[in-house]
């Protein structure tokens, strides 16, 4: 099956930055999606960020807009998602996603691949 392993969140005063990398394995993904979800305590989850996995468009919830970055190292089967300017509200519990290319691109249900979720946590 397709694994997807987040890594790189941690504690963080407001202001500051993190990136988030999630490692893919398992298939090709070439044709496919790749996203970031949040989920906050008491909240659902909620699109962050999406690349097709060839690159090219990118799309991000209005929240993060000019904050976060997200990109692809194909080469090392690894998507990013830099986050600068962090703000308290941004913690929550960090996923990435992959589906099959879609147009509903910040849709939960585009999405067949998850992974097990990094915690960013950010301070006031």
């Known amino acids: 099956q397709v694994q997807l392993v987040e890594s790189g969140g941690g504690l963080v005063q407001a202001g500051g930055s993190l990136r988030l990398s999630c490692a893919a394995s398992?298939?090709?993904?070439?044709?496919?999606?790749m996203a970031w979800f949040r989920q906050a305590p008491g909240k659902e989850r909620e699109f962050v960020a999406g690349?097709?996995?060839?690159?090219?468009?990118?799309y991000y919830t209005d929240s993060v807009k000019g904050r976060f970055t997200i990109s692809i190292d194909n080469a090392k089967n690894t998507v990013y998602l830099q986050m600068n300017s962090l703000k308290p509200e941004d913690t929550a519990v960090y996923y990435c996603?992959?589906?099959?290319?879609?147009?509903?691109?910040?849709?939960?249900?585009?999405?067949?691949?998850w992974g097990q979720g990094t915690q960013v946590t950010v301070s006031s």
């Open positions: 996603a992959a589906g099959p290319t879609t147009t509903r691109i910040g849709a939960l249900g585009s999405y067949d691949y």
């Open positions: 690349i097709r996995w060839s690159g090219g468009n990118t």
């Open positions: 398992g298939r090709t993904f070439s044709r496919y999606t």
